[in-house]
C-alpha cells in the first residue's frame, strides 16, 4: 500500500473558467437550445395567422397573403431563436462553493477522494477518463462526473512534488 498523496487549495476565477471549459461543450446549455427550438415554431406560426388575417382585411390578394405572412413568420421565428439563445449564454462561471471553500484533492490506492467543506466525494479510478497536464494546471476527466483541475498555484514552488501527484494520477488511471 502506498502513501496517499494530499494536495489542497483555493480555486480562482481562472481556474474555474479553465474547469467549466473542461467541462461544457459550448457557451449555451441544452436546455435552452431545446426551447429556442421548441418556442421559434409557435411564434413563427403565430405570427402568420396574425399577420395572414391582417393581409386579408387589407384586401391583399390571396398570393400576397401568403407569401407577406410567410415572410413574416419566417423572420420571426429566426429572430425569436436567436434573441432567446443569446439571452441564454451562460455568463457566470463557479457554483455554490467551488471558490470559497478550500478543496483538498488525496489520491489513494483505491480512489481519488475530494473534499470541499462538509462534502467528500470518492472516484473510483477506474472511472479516470484521462489525466492531462498542461503549463498551468493538471486536469482530470472523470467518467460520470464533472472534471478536476489541480492548479500548479497549490504546490507553490515545488516542483517535485507536482511531478509525484502528476505521476501517480497518470499510474493510476486506467486510460
Known amino acids: 500500500m502506498t502513501k ?8 480562482r476565477e481562472k481556474d474555474v473558467r479553465r474547469l467549466t471549459r473542461l467541462t461544457r461543450g459550448g457557451s449555451v446549455g441544452p436546455t435552452a437550445v431545446y426551447y429556442a427550438g421548441v418556442t421559434a415554431p409557435v411564434i413563427s406560426a403565430s405570427m ?11 384586401g391583399l390578394s390571396e398570393y400576397w397573403q ?4 410567410a415572410l413574416v413568420a419566417a423572420f420571426a421565428g429566426i429572430s425569436w431563436y436567436l434573441i432567446f439563445i443569446r439571452w441564454s449564454y451562460r455568463h457566470k462561471f463557479g457554483r455554490g462553493t467551488e471558490m470559497t471553500l478550500e478543496t483538498a484533492i488525496s489520491l489513494d490506492d483505491a480512489a481519488i477522494l475530494v473534499k470541499r467543506g462538509g462534502i467528500e466525494t470518492r472516484i473510483d479510478w477506474a472511472c479516470v477518463e484521462a489525466v492531462r497536464t498542461s503549463r498551468s494546471h493538471v486536469s482530470v476527466l472523470i ?3 464533472d ?3 489541480i492548479p500548479d498555484a497549490w504546490f507553490g514552488k515545488d ?3 507536482r511531478a509525484a501527484f502528476t505521476t501517480r494520477l497518470q499510474e493510476k488511471a486506467p486510460n
Do not use: D, Q, T, Y
Open 147 to 149: 472534471a478536476l483541475i
Open 66 to 69: 401568403w407569401f407577406i405572412a
Open 4 to 11: 496517499p498523496l494530499r494536495i489542497s487549495g483555493l480555486l
Open 48 to 58: 402568420s395567422v396574425m399577420v395572414r388575417e391582417a393581409m386579408r382585411m387589407a
Open 143 to 145: 467518467n460520470g462526473a
Open 159 to 161: 516542483k517535485a512534488s
